[in-house]
């Protein structure tokens, strides 16, 4: 969204300029006479012609009125005192102004009149020509327009936004005023999903939005790619409705990918400081609500800077992690809860960084699903995955399956069946031993997407777990819609650990509906003997948590395979 006159704007200001060599040339000289504020003679018909009347007498029919008709009482009292200044300060009664006045249609040109001043006994006499220079204006006009406006949404650009901001804090120094920025979360992955003429329609939708926006003292912008811009008076209302209001717009948007947005506040205190530092400090504050999952609208403190240079630093070395090795795969063995016995795991990545230390996947997955980056390393992951498989049965043993989780980002790959279906083919594994981890929250992005996906995973022989089960609001809508082989149903969404009052209740009922489903369950997050053992009460299938064992290296995982094979339990 660069600002750049396009080859047809230049063709038009050229086009502009052509037609003015004509223009000027015909405009014309007047001759006034001026005495205590007062016109004595009057300015020449040529003058009252280029206002579009024949002469002063049809001025004077159609208006009744004075040349100061024409001028805008402001303008005209701005353009007196500055001829009486210019006249006095120069030495031989030379001048020059511009000033604007309207025509008989109510347009407004702009003249430049270039005079001599004379005083001849108290009458001051004024000679001068006065050029229509209209045509240079309105190119002028239109040159900065095409400057600072977006040329996709119509809506002012970063400089002019600016400029308004900065001429509407001074003209109200004492109204609180707050800057907001929107974007659209993963609008990189929407333009190259769905191309980018649906991206530009996409901001467009947004554009029409701002720019019908009815409130006073309030300016809006488009800053760029996706980032949106505001300024209002700073209170409670006015930010939960652009909240609201805008939020209900994105979610209306026509398209196949639930569309949402979030948004940064940075409530001006210090009026003197640039504007692009208030923008800026209100795009930190929407980072934050963009690297975490729950956040729509943060607001901006100290704090947040830290957290944006942490994230920045992922993105930066999130590449290069990739080709130095340092995503490491555990995995976290799930267990039989009524044999105890190890029924697969799950891969879970970690990244050694060589001067952060270990970083938490909590940490950098929200940052690489931003990015689109996700979809490589989850590729990695599924491919060492693919070798631990192959590594088992090459030593003669027959692994249990291994989940691994499937970012709400890849699904929108198209290709992602053919990568996965390439990668058991390339390692010869059974397809059922690489199971597939989908999140709800990625079920309710995009509903009609995920079951045809889903559906065709299954005929590739792949076995769904739907993970995180619970944590949204569609939960018993896509049980109904959704082939899923299994459920993860995580714990810690539920209160009391899950064992006992209204959570112990929602668990069991999940099971039961489960039964019937003929879907088996795996409870995630068990960390305490009670909560196993309660598990086992309701005839939960499967459990996986920190009391049974916490995700480890593949090395230990494959010790536990191995003791449970053979029996011992020692490890
Ligand atoms: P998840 O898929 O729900 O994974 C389970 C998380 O719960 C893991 O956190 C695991 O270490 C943790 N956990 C397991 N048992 C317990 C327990 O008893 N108590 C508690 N408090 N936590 C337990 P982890 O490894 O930090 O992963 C966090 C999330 O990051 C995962 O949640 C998953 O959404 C994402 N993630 C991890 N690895 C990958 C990956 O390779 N690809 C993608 N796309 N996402 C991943
Ligand atoms: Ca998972
Ligand atoms: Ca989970």
């Known amino acids: 969204m660069e600002e750049e006159i396009s080859a047809a704007g230049v063709n038009e200001i050229l086009k502009d300029a052509e037609d003015l060599k004509g223009h000027v040339l015909s405009n014309s000289y007047v001759e006034y006479e001026w005495k205590d504020c007062r016109i004595l003679r009057d300015y020449s018909d040529s003058f009252w012609r280029m206002l579009g009347y024949k002469s002063r007498e049809s001025f004077q029919s159609d208006t009744d009125g004075h040349v100061i008709l024409c001028i805008d009482r402001v303008e005209g009292l701005r353009v007196r005192g500055e001829i009486e200044k210019a006249a006095k300060n120069s030495p031989d009664g030379f001048y020059q102004v511009v000033f604007f006045a309207k ?7 702009e003249f430049v009149e270039c005079g001599h001043v004379e005083n001849d006994n108290g009458t001051t006499i004024y000679r001068a020509q006065i050029l229509d220079v209209t045509p240079i204006y309105k190119m002028r006009e239109a040159m900065t327009h095409r400057l600072t406006t977006d040329d996709v949404t119509g809506l002012p650009n970063m400089d002019r936004f600016y400029q308004a901001v900065r001429s509407l804090i001074s003209q109200h120094p004492d109204v609180p005023f707050e800057i907001m920025t929107m974007d659209i979360d993963r609008f990189r992955v929407i333009n190259d999903l769905f191309g980018m003429e649906t991206g530009n329609r996409l901001l467009r939708f947004f554009g029409s939005f701002f720019a019908n926006v009815n409130l006073a ?24 409705r652009f909240v609201q209001s805008l939020q209900r ?8 990918y639930r569309i949402m947005v979030r948004f940064g506040v940075y409530c001006v205190r210090d009026t003197e400081q640039p504007v692009s530092v208030m923008c800026d400090r209100a795009s930190l504050a929407l980072r934050k609500a963009k690297s975490t999952k729950d956040d729509v609208c943060c607001e901006y403190d100290e704090g947040v800077r830290q957290r944006l240079l942490d994230e920045q630093i992922i993105i930066n070395t999130m590449e290069n992690a990739l080709h130095n090795n340092e995503y490491v795969v555990l995995y976290q063995p799930k267990f039989d809860l009524k044999t105890e016995r190890v029924v697969g795991a799950e ?21 690489l699903e931003n990015t689109g980056f996700i979809y490589k390393l989850d590729q990695y992951v599924w491919e060492k995955t693919c070798q631990f498989l192959r590594d088992e049965r090459d030593k003669g043993y027959t692994p249990p399956p291994i989940s691994v989780n499937v970012s709400r980002i890849d699904l929108y790959h198209r290709d992602i069946i053919h990568v996965l279906a390439l990668l058991v083919t390339k390692y010869d594994i059974p397809t059922r031993l690489l199971e597939l981890e989908i999140t709800e929250s990625a079920y309710m992005d995009n509903p009609e997407q995920m079951i045809s996906l889903v559906t065709k995973l299954h005929e590739e022989g792949f076995t769904i777990l739907m993970d995180d089960f619970g944590s949204g609001y569609s939960s018993l809508n896509m049980l109904r819609d959704l082939p899923v082989d299994l459920l993860k149903l995580d714990l810690r969404f539920l209160e009391n650990g899950g064992s006992d009052g209204r959570g112990g209740s929602i668990i069991s009922s999940i099971v039961g509906i489960s039964e019937q489903l003929n879907m088996p369950v795996i409870a995630e997050g068990v960390e305490t003997r009670t909560q196993a053992d309660f598990l086992r009460t309701i005839k939960c299938d499967y459990g996986q948590g920190f009391y049974f064992s916490r995700p480890v290296s593949e090395e230990k995982y494959r010790q536990m395979l191995m003791a449970d094979r053979t029996g011992s339990k020692t490890v």
């Open 103 to 109: 025509d008989h249609c109510g347009q407004n040109h």
């Open 249 to 256: 717009l994105a979610e209306s948007f026509p398209l196949d």
């Open 217 to 240: 003292m309030s300016v809006f912008g488009h800053i760029h790619a996706d980032k949106f811009v505001m300024c209002y008076p700073s209170n409670e209302t006015n930010r939960a």
């Open 347 to 367: 891969a879970l990545v970690r990244w050694q960084h060589p001067t952060e230390g270990f970083v938490p996947p909590g940490r950098f997955i929200p940052v």
